[in-house]
């Protein structure tokens, strides 16, 4: 089973994660996007996810507004998880907010996650009142502090990860990681600079939404209705439309064509493309809704994709991806 090192850091991690945003509880705007998920079917998506090698969460305060966080904690505490025997990477909301707050909110961070140290702590996003150094310096604190293990941004551009990059680096630290959106329907940061800069300047790829939401596992082209039954506005973007659906199924059959040699599923096959095309650089954290995605995400960690298929995969889904 595939681990990397987080950035430049000794902290191994396995090429999967999970994603916890469907932790949430169905609170608060973000928390919304996915169904209140059962405190058992939490805890039981946790320990299929340890079982089959999974060794790291990836959270955010604006998950619920902490819910993801307790959430998380619950299941770990439940299943008798020592702090510290696995990876917690959690994000900063920097909407309306200055660098200061990554101080000053950090105690709440930590108690909702009940004695689980924060490994990564990562900015959401670059939309604080501060600017990029100003961020930094607060995360270099508390890395000082050896309150945390690493310091990771999201969704920042090339220029943006380059800028908290020299950051961090006047105080002789390293940026570990960027977590962006990247799958097989969306390579954009193969072309706008960020995977070029992640390779360049030893930054990991925390790929989100690895199965675009569902699309990649295939059941949204095979039952194009089920979406409308599902909580939050994934039934109105463009990308659940018939016509998305139609131009992305050459991809999904050929997928499909992989897997069944291999007796895997489609969704096991993109997430196996992702965490092998670029090396160590790229690591993914599929969300799970049920039990069931956990193990067949988690089981993809044991995918072997040969050069050829790699390749075949590659080159459709650039021709379906670059014409959009
Ligand atoms: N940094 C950021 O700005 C940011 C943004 C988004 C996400 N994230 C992080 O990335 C994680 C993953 O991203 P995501 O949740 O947006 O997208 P994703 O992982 O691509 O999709 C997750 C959804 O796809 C479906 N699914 C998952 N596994 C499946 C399987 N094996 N077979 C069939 N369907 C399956 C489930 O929904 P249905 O069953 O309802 O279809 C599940 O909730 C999040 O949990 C979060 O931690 C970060």
Avoid at 84 to 106: C, E, H, Q, Y
Wanted: a positive charge; charged letters at 25%; glycine letters at 8%.
């Amino acid at each position: 089973m595939k681990k990397v090192n987080l950035g430049n850091t000794k902290i191994r991690i396995s090429s999967i994660g999970l994603g916890c945003w469907q932790f949430s509880g169905g609170k608060g705007i973000s928390g919304r996007y996915w169904p209140k998920l059962k405190v058992n079917d939490v805890t039981e998506i946790i320990r299929i996810s340890l079982k089959q090698g999974i060794n790291w969460f990836d959270t955010a305060e604006i998950y619920g507004w902490g819910r993801s966080e307790t959430a998380l904690a619950g299941g770990l505490h439940a299943l008798k998880v020592k702090p510290g025997d696995v990876v917690i990477a959690t994000k900063w909301f920097p909407l309306f907010r200055r660098a200061g707050s990554i101080i000053s909110t950090f105690p709440k961070r930590t108690a909702a996650l009940d004695g689980y140290p924060i490994d990564l702590y990562q900015i959401h996003f670059p939309g604080s009142l501060s600017t990029i150094p100003s961020q930094m310096n607060k995360m270099a604190d508390l890395l000082e502090q050896q309150k945390i293990k690493a310091v990771g941004v999201s969704n920042f551009s090339a220029g943006q990860m380059r800028a908290a990059y020299k950051a961090l680096a006047r105080r002789g630290m390293h940026l570990s990681s960027n977590q962006m959106r990247y799958s097989l329907l969306d390579r954009s940061i193969e072309w706008n600079g960020v995977l070029e800069t992640a390779k360049e300047l030893g930054i990991t790829i925390i790929a989100y939404s690895p199965l675009a939401q569902g699309l990649l596992s295939g059941k949204y082209h095979e039952h194009p209705e089920d979406i409308k039954s599902r909580p939050g506005p994934r039934k109105f973007l463009k990308q659940f439309k018939q016509k998305s659906l139609e131009k992305n199924r050459p991809l999904i059959e050929l997928l499909r064509g992989i897997a069944e040699k291999k007796k895997k599923t489609p969704a096991q096959i993109a997430l196996s493309w992702l965490i092998t095309r670029h090396g160590d650089t790229v690591v993914a954290i599929p969300g799970a809704s049920k039990p069931s995605h956990a193990q067949s995400n988690a089981e993809a960690l044991n995918i072997r994709l040969t050069s050829d298929e790699i390749e075949r995969i590659d080159k459709l889904s650039l021709e379906i991806t670059r014409g959009k």
